[in-house]
RNA sequence: GCGAGAGUGGCGGAAUUGGCAGACGCACCAGACUUAGGAUCUGGCACCUUAGGGUAUAGGGGUUCAAGUCCCCUCUCUCGCACCA
């Protein structure tokens, strides 16, 4: 039955059952009309930038974004709140392969799928009551937004830092496309079987090895980020300190180089090994070696990326013919190709000292190549012939001239000084990050404004012409490779420098570059003079909060960073690092597995919200767990949250007569029940406001709001006139305490109490700290530290008086009689340990 | 192999600075209300117990008056990297 309606159309009393589908609708359309979560650059307030990672619009929302959304909406709303000026903005991830596959699955268009994919998803997002800024919405197949990525890209190009080189990828001969690594499955295609190929194409990178040296520095300045990402960050990186030597080659004229970090070995360097790919490798074979180094060559080339890295491949190689020279011994070295030397790191050359390197070890067992040893570990003696393994530890210098007796740590520096001195070698910073390639051959990306010309090569499409707009009209077959490659009226072109005919480039974008800024783009996303409104930018920028997946612990994040120096490079913003705090979430879980369709342990949000209401759904994956780890997914603890949300319906419903005209509660008037739970009203705010803000743990955030609320429940004089206002003031804590998590609820409950302006306007509650003091305190009496009793004291009990009541206390006096109590530890306030003995 | 993190009741999880282990919730048990209960309310709920207590935070040792928390060793799990010269 639904209560009676009063003069201005709002009801006398409140409805009895909360019927979350009402609530919700209310105040979505409330929110919407009044456009109340817009945000305006504005000096004179605290700005915040809170943001999630933008999701891929797959389809429909999984309960990981639910998750994900609603941590970041309570951090949104909690700052909103304490009247911080909060960016909270929200788009979509927008090109990238699933819609194509879908096109061609469905004889389609990527661009319809995208986009209905997108209408539904924000359907779903703003059912959640998420708190967006939806006029700064983007999507990155928009032309508005991915032709000033084009535009940086140019200028990228000109500046150098986007570039053309030939490197080897994965090809699938069948579907005649590049393949991601993660979409190469045992060596073969994920979608047709085919056996994966290594192929050389000309691709386009971008110059991320430029910035290898300020991404390394940097990140001991992200303090805000969890520890193991930045970790993983320094590791993909991946510094180190060496030198480069040259090796003269025997007879010739010209040297290979070497890239190491143990210098000090060099002494030892009896063999050299070269990668298959080395450009000298063929040229250094000799005739009567020649068939055996091809068939080589061709074994190793054949062999996917994902076998030759394995842990168990065996160590392979093959004597070119050739020899070099050992710089500083003079040593014939022979020449080998090895199949564990790897072309993209260092120089694609090792000096190889089998006898402290364990992989040169196995190599120089297996070929039968000379052993030296140079590091002769304390107290032991090594005897080349008997050793097992290569002796990789500390010890002193031998065999090696000069530095003999030397520590060969201390031998390394000396080493490297004595190379470069001699015009042998020079110290060098190597690094194992590899410049980041873009070239995908699909169509659904960001074409790159490209032309390709004859006569002058590569020309770069004038800025007046962008943006190099996708065609509408290519053909998805799923055969043939690219689709772009084949429209005829997006290819042919004339080039803008010779006029003749020319060839538009048909690679686009690896969709990692459309995440690398569009934190930034959210400053400003209609800004139509370039990229970014640099005065926007320098009002928002950085994000104080990043939320999302620990999934983008390396790509995405470091991709971000590594655009984001670009971009103040380029001059378009003045910020080093993006994001100041970082917050990566745990996945959701359910029966002990990550959701998946396959295992069937998928929970629909929409059925989830139908049947509980977006509230429901959020004050769970809040409850369940803190928001770093995983969450376990239950449908009976969602009951709970569901029933909790009921049970403080019920208790305003209840109580609201009572407590309608009530006041403040005056602090001297109230009885000693009065005072307690105003204590506790106040030490539940203090705790859920440290809670929030300082560790997000949202999960004691809300246990501490249901113990209040069972606190209310159990007061029993709550309805005797002088409690009314503590009634009063503890039922709109819990209301105000609980606005980030389930915002619907708690406006609807804050207007039911009679208040005109919405609760998100109301300011965080603060907690009255003389209301938080203890009048009485527990003191905990230990025997040897074993509990035995408690006393109930004054806060203010001297450290004498708690010893005297401790020994006197009843149930402590069996413990002490027959032995004597040889020391009293007080800790003020805590307990008092009695040690016996 | 290297690096990081974790291991607490039947379950998810609390314990923020070394000071009452198990907050809060779920499940379960008993009771009340009820025609009924998958609603609601009340109470119980780590384990053992001779009812005094005793034992418990993966296992073992240590520091301390006091250890889930600090130190050492071992085991297990998760994640990342993995021939990086």
Redesign the pocket.
Known sequence: MRAPLGAHGRRLYMEEKYVPSAVEEKWQSYWAKQNSFEAVEDPARKKYYLLEMFPYPSGKIHMGHVRNYSIGDVIARFKRMQGYNVLHPMGWDAFGMPAENAAIQHKSHPAKWTYENIAYMRGQLKTLGLSYDWDRELATCDVDYYKWEQRIFLEMYRQGLAYKKVSAVNWCPKCETVLANEQVEDGCCWRCDSIVQQKELEQWSFRITKYAQELLDDTYKLTGWP??VL??QR??I?R?V?CEIDFPLQGGLSSIK?????QDTLFGATFM?L?AEHPLALELTTAEQRSEVEAFIEKVRKTDRIK????D???EGVFTGSYCVNPVTNVKMPIFLA?????????????A?PTH????F?FARKYDLPLQVVIQPEGETLDPAAMTEAFTGEGLMVNSGRFDGMGNSDAKETIADFLEKEGIGKKTV?F?LRDWGISRQRYWGNPIPVINCDLCGVVAVPTDDLPVVLPMDAAFTGEGGNPLARVESFVNCTCPQCGEAARRETDTMDTFVQSSWYFLRYCSPKFNSGPLDREKVEAWMPVDQYIGG??H??LHLLYARFFTKVLRDLGYCNVDEPFSNLLTQGMVIKDGAKMSKSKGNVVDPNALIERYGADTARLFSL????PE????W?D??V???Y??L??VW?LVYDVLPAIKEAGAPVPGALSAEGKNLRRAVHKTIK?VT??VE??F?F??A???V??L??AI??FGARNAPENVAVVREAVESVVRLLAPFVPHFAEELWAELGHEGVLEQSGWPQYDVEATVDEEI?V?I?V?????S?LTVAPDIQEAAAREAALADP?VQ?FLEGVSVR?V?Y?PG??V?I?VG
Do not use: C
């Open positions: 520890e193991r970790t993983m590791n993909w991946g180190s060496g070497v890239f190491t970090t143990r090994s990668a030759r890295s394995a842990d491949l065996e160590k199949n564990f030397v790897l072309m993209d790191y260092g120089t694609g050359a090792v000096m000292v390197d364990q992989r040169d196995e190597n194992r620990i999934e612990a390396v409850f369940a767990a803190p780890k995983d969450l376990d239950s009976q603890g009951d709970g949250s029933r909790f009921n049970r019920r705790k440290e809670d300082e560790r743990h999960n004691t809300i246990a501490a249901m113990e609320v069972n429940q159990a527990t905990v230990q040897n530290g074993k509990l035995r408690k149930k069996p020391k530890v800790v805590k307990l340990n040690v």
